[in-house]
Each structure stands twice: as structure tokens, then as C-alpha cells.
């Protein structure tokens, strides 16, 4: 089970962050069993925007995180 924490916070919001959470609510349908997701309100690393938005996958902490960075890093640990 990827266990990803998806910051939904006011700074990761505004740049993208619900983009990446509906990309990877996708991806959950098709893996219900291997991909948990939890949305989380701040995960502190926001104090630099240009670290936002910012996705926990496991242990690894991704700044500026995008849609593919993040689905291949989850699809890594499904395989
Ligand atoms: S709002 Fe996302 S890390 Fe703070």
C-alpha cells in the first residue's frame, strides 16, 4: 500500500495541488487496494511558495511537485 499525504493548504492549493490530487483520485481507481490518499491541511514546507505544492509519498517528501513526478513515484512502488 503507497500510503501519499497530498497538502491541500491555502499556499499548495494555489498552485496546483487539487490538479494533483484529482490526477491521482484517477489513479486510485484503477490500483483501490495499493494507493491510500489523505489530504492534509499543511505540511510546513510552504514557507518558501516555491516549494508548494507538496506531496509526501511513503517518507519522500516532494516540493514543487508535479502531476508526473508524482504519479511516477507512486507507480514505482505499486511495481
Ligand atoms: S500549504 Fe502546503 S505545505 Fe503548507
Redesign the pocket.
Known sequence: MVKVKI?A????SLVG?LNILETLEELQKEYPDQIQIERV??????EDIK????VKVDDELITSAQNQIVISKVMERIK
Open positions: 497538502c493548504g491555502s499556499h499548495c495541488a491541511e499543511c505540511l510546513d514546507k510552504c516549494k508548494a505544492p507538496v
